[in-house]
């Protein structure tokens, strides 16, 4: 796959087969902040986050899972599966949003 990136800041991927898609980039969002996440995939289909780490910053291990269910995102917005994690002690939500996870920052 080749991803290019146009002037107008929208990226372009081409499979083998000369498929297109076009992708809007990112908007930056105050109260969003994309993650990375490393999960357990069960064969099943079920995916359980273990821990998450914002871009630079130190792997952040989740307690525990409270609570898993599709929910908006009232503070950043989008939609997703939205897990309530405990973290230090801290209730946080946790998004996986299509192929993306953020978190609600203040």
Same mark, same amino acid.
């Given at each position: 796959m080749m991803i290019t990136k146009k002037r107008t800041g929208v990226l372009s991927a081409w499979n083998q087969e000369g498929m297109v898609w076009e992708m809007e980039p990112l908007r930056r969002n105050p109260h969003k902040a994309f993650v990375k996440v490393r999960a357990d995939h069960e064969i099943g #289909?079920? @995916?359980?986050?273990?821990?998450?780490? %914002?871009?630079? #910053? %130190?792997? &952040? @291990? @989740?307690?525990? @899972? /409270?609570? &898993?269910?599709?929910?908006?995102? /009232?503070k950043a917005g989008g939609q997703g599966i939205r897990y309530t994690c405990r973290v230090r002690d801290k209730e946080i939500y946790l998004f996986h949003d299509r192929d993306l996870w953020f978190i609600e920052v203040d």
């Amino acid at each position: 796959m080749m991803i290019t990136k146009k002037r107008t800041g929208v990226l372009s991927a081409w499979n083998q087969e000369g498929m297109v898609w076009e992708m809007e980039p990112l908007r930056r969002n105050p109260h969003k902040a994309f993650v990375k996440v490393r999960a357990d995939h069960e064969i099943g #289909g079920r @995916i359980t986050p273990l821990k998450f780490r %914002e871009a630079n #910053g %130190e792997p &952040v @291990i @989740i307690d525990r @899972i /409270l609570d &898993v269910r599709p929910a908006p995102s /009232l503070k950043a917005g989008g939609q997703g599966i939205r897990y309530t994690c405990r973290v230090r002690d801290k209730e946080i939500y946790l998004f996986h949003d299509r192929d993306l996870w953020f978190i609600e920052v203040d």
